[in-house]
């Protein structure tokens, strides 16, 4: 056991009365970088927050540098040397870049006062490892979510921890950024850091890890070198079948132009943006990050103002002013940041489904018909083999990325819009759902 870093024995964990983990064994190894893979819904971010900290396991072991590891919170994990690079940002947009990164450590003076200057230049410091070009002034709202990503893996290198866990990291990241996280995985490693690395993208997998374990159904299935296994292999252990037909052809006409805009401009991201959409069209908008490709499609469902420019829909001129009006135009939008854009997270399953089919459930009196809601409801989880326990009590934020990002499509599509704005949709999304 000594020379493991961390060693987990018979985890279990349950919720809502259906266990989740079932008796998980698994040893990460001084120094390595180790992959973890599965499916949406496979038990990856649970095990993760159990190691975290963020709740306890129901039974089992664990064992930190061969030392037992009973972490109560999350502080406590960090206490024993260990950092959470979360799937979801942890970051305040209300406040500093600096303020975020040391707010569980604030350099202060004798009198109890906050150091600011020198909270700036070790901000300063941390961000120049990344190469992010911002001031540690900025408030994180004002910061593109790539930007964002980099800064709470950041905040795991301040805490100097010495088994670090990333859980999908490079989900908003562009590929400049992207290299330099791996570059810095690698320094890391050299010292002798030991990374936990969840993703969705094998080819990272493959190209970090010294060895990957497959998480299927709260179970561990396998853990093998890297060199080892192949991309189709991991595939079929991770889904339990042989993929076929990973991007399948669909038989489909192209049909008139429905939607023109022409010199669309606003703010300092969208200039004179001009393109032409078909019906039965999956038209692509590809660029590098900050290049405007959100911020285009904000303007066009009616979320920032256009300041100049023509839209024309059907015909007819195209001018939303809010995304109600977008709607009730037969337009929808997946929207890239689903914790705070696309879902209610304090909410049910069921009533996030129903979000934007409710005033369609409308009976007299605006009373809404609930029979109607849980058979429309039900429907779409069958469809989009969403995993949930109970989706009238299970609240969305209790469900994994890739489940949370499937209640987001079926909220919009149970509405059949005429068209379909969908921004970074595979976001945490494993090979088989994607």
């Known amino acids: 056991m000594d020379s493991y870093a961390l060693n987990l024995e018979k985890i279990k964990k349950s919720f809502y009365g259906t266990e989740v983990l079932h008796g998980i064994d698994l040893c990460i190894k001084k120094g390595e970088v180790h992959g973890i893979v599965g499916e949406n819904g496979a038990g990856k971010s649970t095990l993760m927050n159990v190691i975290g900290g963020v709740f ?36 305040f947009s209300n406040m500093t870049v600096s303020e975020n990164l040391f707010l569980e450590h604030l350099p202060k003076g004798r009198l109890k006062n906050v150091k600011y200057q020198q909270m700036n230049r070790e901000t300063e410091k941390y961000l120049k490892t990344f190469h992010i070009h911002v001031n540690p002034r900025t408030k994180v709202e ?25 859980d999908e990291p490079t989900t908003s990241l562009s590929q400049v950024e992207k290299e330099n996280l791996f570059q810095v995985i690698e320094e890391l490693k050299s010292k002798g850091v030991t990374i936990i690395y969840i993703s969705h993208i094998l080819e990272d997998i493959f190209r970090l890890c ?12 396998s853990t093998m070198r890297s060199e080892e296994t192949t991309q189709n292999d991991l595939i079929t252990q991770m889904v339990g079948r042989k993929m076929e037909k990973v991007y399948p052809t669909v038989e489909k006409s192209i049909g008139e132009a429905i939607f023109q805009c022409r010199n669309i401009s606003a ?100 009373v809404v018909d609930d ?64």
């Open 267 to 366: 703010g300092t991201m969208v200039k004179d943006a001009n393109f032409t959409l078909h019906k039965g069209e999956i038209l692509g908008f590809f660029g590098l990050m900050g290049a405007g490709r959100t911020e285009l499609m904000r303007v066009i469902f009616g979320v920032d103002k256009c300041e100049s420019g023509h839209m024309t829909y059907k015909g007819k001129d195209f001018q939303p002013r809010t995304p109600k009006e977008a709607m009730e135009s037969g337009w929808a939008f997946v929207t890239e940041n689903r914790r705070d854009e696309g879902l209610l997270m304090p909410k049910s399953i069921e009533e996030n489904l129903l979000l934007v089919h409710l005033p369609r459930l409308k009976k007299k009196f605006s």
């Open 210 to 221: 010294d060895r990957i374990s497959v998480l299927r159904d709260g179970k561990i299935i």
């Open 56 to 91: 306890g396991p129901d039974s089992g072991s664990m064992y930190v540098n061969g030392n037992s590891y009973t972490p109560a919170t999350p502080k406590d994990a960090q206490q024993a040397g260990i950092a959470f690079v979360h799937q979801e940002l942890n970051l």
């Open 371 to 434: 029979r109607k809601g849980d058979v429309l409801s039900e429907e779409y989880i069958q469809k989009l083999h969403i995993k949930v326990q109970n989706k009238s009590t299970q609240l969305a934020r209790s469900l994994s990325g890739g489940n949370q990002q499937k209640v987001v499509l079926g909220k919009w599509i149970m509405n059949e819009p005429d068209v379909l704005i969908l921004d970074e949709p595979t976001k945490g999304v494993d090979v088989g759902a994607k």
């Open 142 to 166: 004002e910061l593109s979510m790539g930007v964002r990503q980099s800064i709470e893996i950041a905040k795991a290198l301040i805490i100097n921890a010495q088994i670090i866990i990333f």
